[in-house]
């Protein structure tokens, strides 16, 4: 679209993401940009314009995934076992080329949009090649499609010794090995650093509770993620490993399953500034859905996931009514939970969670656009024009965002990515 032409989205219900009731209204896109959106409706179309009638549906904002892994292998169509730890991890022993690893990033990061998510906040890469980033710069450039994209490196364990593809290489600790580390991912282009701040009883039993950074590791990550100017993510489940990255001034704290009452008041007090990922789907995939991967129910009670989904279900309701940033999304790209499945979050969140479908969406709209700082996630004027239009009222039942079929319309900045043309 050139800056000139309008695009008016007329006779639909306009669910604007931030919380409040869905109401009949016309939606006008100039450009890349919201124009005005008109309570009510009654736009006059001037010459040139195009009109989407939308009666029958909804129009909302595009959906942000806020724990995104396109370098993961799997995506609805394409599924991949051999990236299934811990019962495959075949894929570390072929891994693509760096060319290949982008080509297969760009196929999931066109599969998510086409899933009705315009905007993706990194929660890491695979791999140390910085794919994501050359991918980001793609996507910003028209080059290929898919979300808006923060590009996260791969993710710091702070041991000693170091698992890769080519065996076990030694790895510096300490407070100056972090500064190097956030400041060399930093100079690749990324725009968040991820550390592994607890580990995980997927790789051994009782990781989950192991916190692997010290307090002056955690700071000093901090101190040169500010300076560089680049985000902290974390992978967080122990108590100690959550409340040091919330004081270490850490973004994006994932998962986050095993706050005690201090991380929580801690959590709360800095509700401002930090947003929480609990990427439940994942684990509702290994606790349901994953025999036939090879994750039965006694293997998801080895890896942690029976224990860590019955300690989110009784820990985000509280983290709801306490006001903090939760954001639907997670850790899709494995075999039983692939690449194009992640609205289910929104079920879990009003399944489990005892979000409504209308905090639900905000949470995945106006929420998303905040991880992103980006002006997405609004229909507002100013807001880039990236939105939705869906079948009936996802308002009232999230599922239907499931289905790509419900998604009439997917727009973004201003462009038809699906639909009118």
Partial sequence: M???????FTGGRVFDGTGSPAVPADVVV???????????????PEPGDRVVDCRGATVLPGLVESHCHLTFPSAVGHLDPSFNPPIDVGFFHHLPSP????????RNARILLDHGFTSAYSAGSLTPVPT???????IAAGLA????????SFERDNNPVRMGPDGPTPQETGPDAVRAFVREQAELGFDSVKLLMSNDDVFFEGGSMLTQYSAEEANAAGEQARESGVWLNCHAQAPESIKLAVRAGFRSVYHCS????????????????????PAVGIMWANVHEGAEFGIDRAMAEKMGSVKSLEAMTELYPELRKRGLRVLPG???????????????????FVRLFGYSPAEALRAITFHGGQVMDLPVGWLTPGYFADLLVVRDDPTQDVTLLQDPANLEVIMQGGRFHKGLR
């Fill in 30 to 44: 100039r450009g890349d940009r919201i124009e005005h959106v008109r309570p009510g409706g009654g736009t006059e």
């Fill in 132 to 138: 994501e980033v050359r991918l980001r710069d793609r």
């Fill in 258 to 277: 095993y706050a005690d009452e201090e991380a929580i008041d801690l959590l709360e007090a800095h509700k401002d500034t930090v947003f929480l990922s």
């Fill in 99 to 106: 060319d290949e690893h982008l080509v297969l990033a760009a």
């Fill in 145 to 152: 499609a898919g979300p808006r994209l923060r590009a996260a």
């Fill in 2 to 8: 050139d800056d000139s032409s309008r695009v008016i």
């Fill in 330 to 348: 997670g850790d899709y790209g494995f075999p039983n939970n692939p690449i194009g499945r992640n609205a289910r979050d929104l079920e879990l």
